[in-house]
Nanobody, 120 residues
Framework: QVQLVESGGGLVQAGGSLRLSCAAS????????MYWYRQAPGKQRELVAV???????NYADSVKGRFTISRDNAKNTVYLQMDSLKPEDTAVYYC??????????????WGQGTQVTVSS
């Protein structure tokens, strides 16, 4: 079992910045890919960014050049640095990890979500 705890959300003005964190804890496990998703009111959840165990990254076109995903493997933590925020970035942001555990195999786990609100 893996527990994800997110932090760093809040209210900012357009053009501002926020850094989200997602820390994984639990029994012995290893983490492969780590993701950030977001879901705005009335919209479906969308993939924002992904980072592999090797550090390779991919981003949604809507955030490319403004957001940066990174990870600290020693802390089992993934980050999302969000710069030049726009009102359309307003959403609940969720982290997700692909974890492998002995006698369990590979499973995906979700964080509780953290609210990001960007005002005009």
């Amino acid at each position: 079992q893996v527990q994800l705890v997110e932090s760093g959300g809040g209210l900012v003005q357009a053009g501002g910045s926020l850094r989200l964190s997602c820390a994984a804890s639990g029994s012995s496990f290893s983490i492969n890919r780590m993701y950030w998703y977001r879901q705005a009111p009335g919209k479906q959840r969308e993939l924002v960014a992904v980072i592999t165990s090797a550090g390779n990254t991919n981003y949604a076109d809507s955030v490319k050049g403004r957001f940066t995903i990174s990870r600290d493997n020693a802390k089992n933590t993934v980050y999302l640095q969000m710069d030049s925020l726009k009102p359309e970035d307003t959403a609940v942001y969720y982290c997700n990890v692909e974890a492998w555990m002995v006698r369990v195999g590979s499973q995906s786990y979700w964080g509780q979500g953290t609210q990001v609100t960007v005002s005009s």
